[in-house]
């Protein structure tokens, strides 16, 4: 795949790169294992202060890097400024919170004790370059997730972005230069694919963090785990959305529109699978289908867009053949469900019912703005349904009933269950998932840590 910006509404190519070859990636490698070096022993006060200072660059650069990230992959203009926004609060909230998380933590006195210690704790120390393979969907914010904790906490970022992404990956490298980080700290490589297997067995590159498709996930976690390397990965969702018959339904299915086609409908995190109690059933899919009729699909840097075009001809043929198979099988289609005409990749927001489990949709993660439907006898059908996936990224339910939502908690297979309310991530609540979702968690305390060395000091008596 070429390394390239391709404008997705037209087709147009825009901009192309040549790739880095074998003597600039080397040169990369020399200069991250060297600023680790350094960087790794500055204080918590100065990287919080570059923290704040490329956090108050990018609210700055927030009209021009939105255009740019539309520009490339195609979300919403507002979208994209919002993505820029959400970014600089969470660089700011590692700034303000790292030193915390990562404290000296201090055993109990009596088994401290116990171990013939005079004392012990336990220190948080960073691991060294960490090389991050990203995604185009959230362009800005998947790097920040993961540059922001590893960043305060010491260690060095290495970027392989996506390769329809290459003027968001310079900006990203531009922007922690521009705010004071030493040179090396976080750069990017313009790299395909194909060289991440050699960047990642090489011995100065401590870890890997990445986020996109189970197959790639496949291939970096059998490179690490053959090298003995930490990763964490984030990868596929076909999140479940529950509607009980308690529920605030015309709230629940106002919020469904937005769970759905945010991104494009090309996010992890949205929801995909609708199950809905057959009390509510009707209510609910008769509103739904009418908001996702009244999207605004257009040209995403019109401010008006709701819903633009999905970021590369592939996955719009790849989301049509889903379709089309649900279809074939019985499928029913409430709106959309037929490619426009025109130029650009579009696809219609889209609403299937009657979805079996032998139809492709019902196993395979659906990316774009095509949601399904399923109707649902009681409380043990929906937990049955929404575990019904090879997925496990996050859930959401729609109940007021505290014993469901007692049983959602404790059954359902996924990273989060969001109660009343669509999935999203904020910095101070740890985001990933289970099965074949991932391993490891962003954010939070628990995100910052993925990447350190967790030492045990014990001082004898």
Same mark, same amino acid.
């Given at each position: ?302 401010? @008006?867009?709701?819903? +633009? /075009?999905? #970021? ?5 043929? &790849? $989301?049509? *053949?889903? %379709?089309?198979? !649900? ?36 196993? @395979?993660?659906?990316? +774009? /703005?095509? #949601? ?5 006898? &009681? $409380?043990? *059908?929906? %937990?049955?349904? !929404? ?75």
């Amino acid at each position: 795949m070429p390394i390239a910006t391709v404008n997705p509404a037209s087709g147009e190519t825009l901009k192309t790169y040549e790739a880095m070859g074998d003597e600039e990636i080397e040169r990369r490698l020399r200069l991250a294992e060297a600023t680790f070096r350094t960087y790794r022993t500055s204080a918590f006060a100065e990287r919080a202060r570059l923290m704040h200072r490329a956090a108050d660059l990018l609210d700055e650069d927030q009209q021009d890097i939105g255009r740019i990230m539309t520009t490339e992959m195609g979300k919403p203009v507002k979208q994209a400024r919002a993505e820029a926004a959400k970014c600089a609060k969470s660089m700011r909230w590692y700034a303000d919170h790292a030193e915390g998380l990562l404290a000296d933590e201090e055993p109990d006195a009596a088994d401290v004790k116990d171990s013939g210690a005079s004392r012990a704790l336990v220190r948080y120390r960073p691991l060294g370059p960490v090389l991050a393979v990203m995604p185009w969907n959230f362009p800005l914010w998947q790097v920040i997730r993961f540059a922001a904790p590893a960043l305060m906490a010491g260690n060095v970022g290495l970027l392989k972005h996506a390769s329809n992404v290459p003027q968001t990956a310079l900006y990203l490298e531009d922007l922690f230069h521009r705010a004071g980080f030493p040179e090396g700290a976080f750069q990017t490589l313009l790299i395909g694919s194909g060289a991440v297997e050699e960047i990642l067995r090489d011995e100065r590159v401590k870890a890997a963090t990445l986020t996109g498709s189970e197959p790639a996930g496949r291939a970096v976690a059998s490179v690490a785990g053959d090298m003995v390397k930490k990763t964490v990965l984030e990868l596929g969702g076909s999140d479940p959305y529950v509607v009980m018959p308690s529920a605030d339904i015309d709230r629940a299915a106002r919020i469904a529109v937005t769970a759905r086609v945010q991104n494009n409908g090309q996010s992890c995190i949205a929801a995909k699978r609708f199950i809905v109690h057959t009390d509510v059933f009707d209510a609910f899919a008769e509103r739904f289908v009418a908001g996702m009729k009244a999207l605004t699909v257009g040209d995403p840097l019109a401010e @008006e867009t709701e819903v +633009g /075009p999905l #970021a590369s001809e592939q996955g719009r043929s &790849d $989301l049509e *053949e889903l %379709v089309d198979d !649900a279809v074939e099988s019985g499928a029913t289609v409430l709106c959309g469900g037929e490619r426009p005409d025109g130029d650009g990749w579009y696809y219609p927001p889209t609403v299937l019912a009657d979805i079996t489990r032998e139809m492709r949709i019902h196993r @395979e993660e659906t990316f +774009g /703005p095509v #949601a399904t439907l399923y109707r649902v006898a &009681d $409380l043990d *059908e929906t %937990v049955l349904v !929404a575990n019904d996936t090879p997925f496990g990224l996050s859930s959401n339910v729609w109940t007021r009933d505290e014993a469901e939502v007692d049983r959602f908690v404790r059954d359902l297979e996924a990273g989060g269950v969001f109660v009343n309310g669509m999935t999203a991530s904020h910095p101070a609540f740890p985001f990933g998932g289970v099965k074949r979702s991932g391993y490891g968690r962003e954010l939070s305390g628990h995100g910052i840590r993925e990447f350190c060395n967790i030492t045990t000091v014990w001082h004898g008596a």
